[in-house]
DNA sequence: TGATTTAAAGACCATTTGGTCTATATCTTT
DNA sequence: AAAGATATAGACCAAATGGTCTTTAAATCA
């Protein structure tokens, strides 16, 4: 997963695979089929991780403006210094194989969405205890802050942000809660 | 420059620039030096009218509100249908390349810098005649929509938005202004 | 028209790509 | 220790890559 992630798929070769993987051209390919089958898998993987930490952070049962800000952390954390300049496995594949590529579309799609109404989830949840500025609608904000955290991930590839992008997020659900 | 923006670095073989420049090898080659050559001056230009497109949207002789909505009102628009699932040469030329080629890096960084600033002068602009609702900071906010516009080329990628998208980036300008 | 520059077509090249296959070595397992 | 299964290294392959070069045709200019 890392080397796909490191340098994208086209510009990944299996050199680079077998030297990631450890493994014999023979093995990896009786292993995995063939390069597009290792990288879906890859993209599998990737997608698993990243639910399965938007499954803790915004948990239902946790108070859901707290998860939204260990949501919005996550990924300022995520975009700072080299972590930042290392980018995103999945909006990188989004822009090189998506509509391209029926595999890769199907699961970007859907992990876009599973984020979305996650993230709409808890604002719902925010709103019915009363947490939700006036007039905010929890689709429109769950929008919003997921093309937000997504264009924090583009932008922090050239210049890796730091402290104002923290000031941004904070400013952001500010704007939402009460 | 359509076909790098439609393919991105590594997917555009030689025979495609063929293709859609009309000229032969030798000629290519005389006239760009090489691939690479070609593709900044592809990005160069694909900057460059973001910019041209940005300082008449964003011109500091217009109202500074109306401008933003031009502003995000030209992304919504980029990001529906056809439109939306091309994508966009920056945020895919980001991902792909930034981090390993310096020259792509330092175009790209310059242009979201340029594009940060532009919107926080107009931001700026705004608060100085009162606009902005209490407690909105420019660069903060300036932030906030370039992430906002830069997301929603993302995951227009897969899912052209429509509708849902106006509304969400009216929402966003809402909690904005006054 | 005839000479000279310019561009087109495509043969050609070395390298690299993803992918297969065989021979050798390393384990298991009994 | 012997036999069988498993994985390794790496030779090998066809196709495609970016890039060069020569030959031929077209345009320009005197």
Redesign the pocket.
Known sequence: MGVFWSRG??????????RAT??????????F??????FLRALDCYIADAVTRMDIELDPRKDPVDGLRAYLAGYVERTSGAHGRRGCLVIATTMELAGRDADVNRRIASFFEVMEARVADALSRAKAAGRLADGVDPANAARILVCFVEGLRVISKTAPTGAITQAAADALLDRFIR
């Open positions: 798929y086209h510009a990944t070769a299996l050199p680079d695979l077998l450890k493994l014999s051209r023979g093995s990896l390919y009786a292993a089929g063939d390069k597009h089958s290792l």
